[in-house]
């Protein structure tokens, strides 16, 4: 990105703070948690900027759910290995929330991102993958990367290196992605 690029993305990403569109509750849990935003139909306004910043990164495309097989298990168990190992667990300031793609550091929503970039650039298409804001069960605010599948959803996590079932994964959905992830439900 070039200085010019990073000086207005600071600018529209302060200028949100500022204006107090993030919510104040704010989980400090070693890169586990994030400021829980208000999600509208067009996702939580840090996504909304990134998109606009990366407009590549949310287009939709391809089948809204994957085939299943032990190729893409492999390509799924290998991504989210590799992405959680490559990150280093760090929150994002909590007034100002900032969706990074393969960062040194990041919080949740890096990984997720992160994971949905990879998978793309693996070839696997990308209406078939979500991104979840969550809540665990300790109530704090989260974000994952859901993979719909013909044998149902699977949670790629940063918390985890086990590529589970979203139903078992323990969390209460605040909002998602579509297939078309500029629009969230």
């Not at 040194?104 to 991104?131: N, Q, T």
């Not at 949670?155 to 589970?164: A, F, P, Q, R, S």
């Amino acid at each position: 990105m070039g200085n010019m690029r990073k000086m207005i993305f600071a600018a529209v990403v302060s200028a949100i703070a500022v204006l107090g569109t993030v919510d104040t509750a704010f989980a400090n849990r070693g890169g586990q948690g994030f400021v829980q935003e208000s999600v509208s139909s067009k996702g939580p306004l840090s996504f909304q900027v990134f998109c606009g910043f990366y407009p590549q990164e949310c287009r939709p495309g391809g089948a809204s759910k994957i085939a299943l097989d032990d190729n893409i298990m492999r390509i799924l168990t290998r991504v989210n290995s590799r992405v959680n190992r490559a990150i280093r667990p760090k929150l994002d300031n909590p007034l100002v929330q900032v969706w990074r793609i393969n960062p040194s550091a990041g919080d949740c929503k890096s990984y997720a991102i992160s994971k949905r970039h990879e998978l793309i650039r693996a070839g696997l298409p990308a209406s078939a993958l979500r991104i979840a804001y969550v809540k665990t069960r300790q109530g704090l605010g989260h974000a994952v990367l859901v993979v719909k599948t013909s044998q149902g959803d699977l949670t790629l996590d940063n918390l985890t290196g086990e590529i589970k079932p979203f139903h078992q994964a323990g969390y209460r959905v605040v909002a998602i992605s579509g297939a078309d992830p500029r629009r969230w439900s």
